[in-house]
Each structure stands twice: as structure tokens, then as C-alpha cells.
């Protein structure tokens, strides 16, 4: 895959977990493509997304049954 996960300081403010969450959501993701991607039970990334938004750093949109999830421009600042 490539992915070098997220930077030592963004892992310290947001957490492991979230901050690899974030760094993923360059293009738009569903739960459970996200879930896959970082090895997750669906709740539980679920759960990241929730915190993640509503915090301001990311924003979901619905396409039909699914809701994709990207960072919004204070999540792509913290990305960097």
C-alpha cells in the first residue's frame, strides 16, 4: 500500500489511530474501505470518524446507502 502513516506530532495530538485516520482521508473513503485500511472492526473506526468530524477535521457526504468521509481544510492543515 505505501502508506508511511502519520507524522510523530500528529500522532501525539490526535492519537495513533486517529491521526493514521486522517492522514488516509486524502480521497473519499466509506467506513468500512477506511476499517480495511487500517485494520479495524467497523465500530471502531466508526467511532474514529465520529470523533474526527466532529471536531471539524473531516466531513462526510452521502451517495446513495454509503457516506464518504474526507478531511476538510483544517484536517488538510494538520495533515500538512
Known sequence: MGFAGPSAALGALLGGTRA???S???SPLSTGELAA???LAPATASHHLTTLRDNGL???VRQGRVV???RTVLGD???G
Open 77 to 79: 492543515q494538520l495533515v
Open 20 to 22: 493514521a485516520a486522517l
Open 37 to 39: 485500511l487500517l485494520g
Open 24 to 26: 488516509l482521508l486524502d
Open 68 to 70: 464518504r468521509y474526507a
Open 58 to 60: 473531516i466531513a462526510g
